[in-house]
């Protein structure tokens, strides 16, 4: 079982930067995968970007890729997504999910994700 948390959520101009976080509890962190997901009102979840359990392998949506940053720290139990340049297009509540895997894959899909966190607001302003 694993529990995420997510934190780092808030309200920024276009243009700024914010700096999410999502703290995983229990001993085998670095043999999940991790993922970001967002959901505007009225909208599905979407796909935002992936990190593999070693953090060597990423991938990111197209609408984010260059701007965004995953990457994680293992020996905190801790992944991050660094968002720049944000737009207000990336108003959404934002999610981490966690998969256990073999090998070094990136998950992109939320079908194959088994735990997630209660997400954390984040708002652009224009």
């Known amino acids: 079982q694993v529990q995420l948390v997510e934190s780092g959520g808030g309200l920024v101009q276009a243009g700024g930067s914010l700096r999410l976080s999502c703290a995983a509890s229990g001993r085998t962190f670095n043999r999940y995968a991790m993922g970001w997901f967002r959901q505007a009102p009225g909208k599905e979840r979407d796909f935002v970007a992936a990190?593999?359990?070693?953090?060597?392998?990423?991938y990111y949506a197209d609408s984010v890729r260059g701007r965004f940053t995953i990457s994680r720290d293992n020996a905190k139990n801790t992944v991050y997504l660094q968002m720049n340049s944000l737009k207000p297009e990336d108003t959404a509540v934002y999610f981490c999910?966690?998969?256990?895997?073999?090998?070094?894959?990136?998950?992109?899909?939320?079908?194959?994700?088994?735990?997630w966190g209660q997400g954390t607001q984040v708002t652009v302003s224009s």
């Open positions: 990190i593999s359990w070693s953090g060597v392998s990423t």
């Open positions: 999910a966690a998969v256990r895997v073999t090998g070094t894959r990136v998950v992109r899909t939320t079908e194959e994700y088994d735990y």
